[in-house]
T-cell receptor, first 114, second 117 residues
Framework: GNSVTQMEGPVTLSEEAFLTINCTYT??????LFWYVQYPGEGLQLLLK?????DKGSNKGFEATYRKETTSFHLEKGSVQVSDSAVYFC?????????????FGRGTQLTVWP | GAGVSQSPSNKVTEKGKDVELRCDPI?????LYWYRQRLGQGLEFLIY????????KSGLPSDRFSAERTGESVSTLTIQRTQQEDSAVYLC???????????????FGNGTRLTVT
């Protein structure tokens, strides 16, 4: 089956610290992988994506590399800011699916202190 | 509006009552999803509509749950005879066409927080 496992939160960091949020997946075939972010008071929105092995998605200083050998898609940022405080969701869409169902992880709460 | 709109934003209901949640997707979006998020849990898929195709209802937890969508417009999620375990945030999302090879981003609403007392 298809599933996503995310690092348990919450994660608390000081501004300018390095961030890693781990994500591993189980999927039928080779899925597309996504990170979504939910800022306080807002709906989830797409942060970045990667659609095939070794692809790197990047946006707003965040990066994640699609690793087929380790079935992982870890989210990283070199220097976090207070404005990055949010909940981060890893997700996959199975390439084998005939419809567009997305599977989400539990979400990881990130708090960045000044 | 420019985004996905859900109403009501909050709903408190008594156990055993029926509730109806509404989602207005972004105009032109053919795909529409309903997800549920219980406290401390991930997003649980409920149902997915794609244009005129038969909806994927495989995530609906029981026959008390149903959803409708007219064409590519508004969707309603109905929960009959609500139970306390139905308490959660119900999220709606819409996107352009999804399917193999298509990875249109989902646009989420702010959700409806349902509390069953």
């Amino acid at each position: 089956g298809n599933s996503v496992t995310q690092m348990e939160g919450p994660v608390t960091l000081s501004e300018e610290a390095f961030l890693t949020i781990n994500c591993t997946y189980t999927a039928t075939g080779y899925p597309s992988l996504f990170w979504y972010v939910q800022y306080p008071g807002e709906g989830l929105q797409l942060l970045l994506k990667a659609t095939k092995a070794d692809d790197k998605g990047s946006n707003k200083g965040f990066e994640a590399t699609y690793r087929k050998e380790t079935t992982s898609f870890h989210l990283e940022k070199g220097s976090v800011q207070v404005s990055d405080s949010a909940v981060y969701f890893c997700a996959l869409k199975s390439r084998g699916s005939t419809l567009g169902r997305l599977y989400f992880g539990r979400g990881t709460q990130l708090t960045v202190w000044p | 509006g420019a985004g996905v709109s859900q109403s009501p934003s909050n709903k408190v209901t008594e156990k055993g009552k029926d509730v109806e949640l509404r989602c207005d997707p972004i105009s032109g979006h053919t795909a529409l999803y309903w997800y549920r998020q219980r406290l401390g849990q991930g997003l649980e898929f409920l149902i997915y509509f794609q244009g005129n195709s038969a909806p994927d209802k495989s995530g609906l937890p029981s026959d008390r749950f149903s959803a409708e969508r007219t064409g590519e417009s508004v969707s309603t999620l109905t929960i009959q005879r609500t139970q306390q375990e139905d308490s959660a945030v119900y999220l709606c999302a819409s996107s352009l066409f999804q399917g193999p090879g298509f990875n249109s981003p989902l646009h989420f609403g702010n959700g409806t927080r349902l509390t069953v007392t």
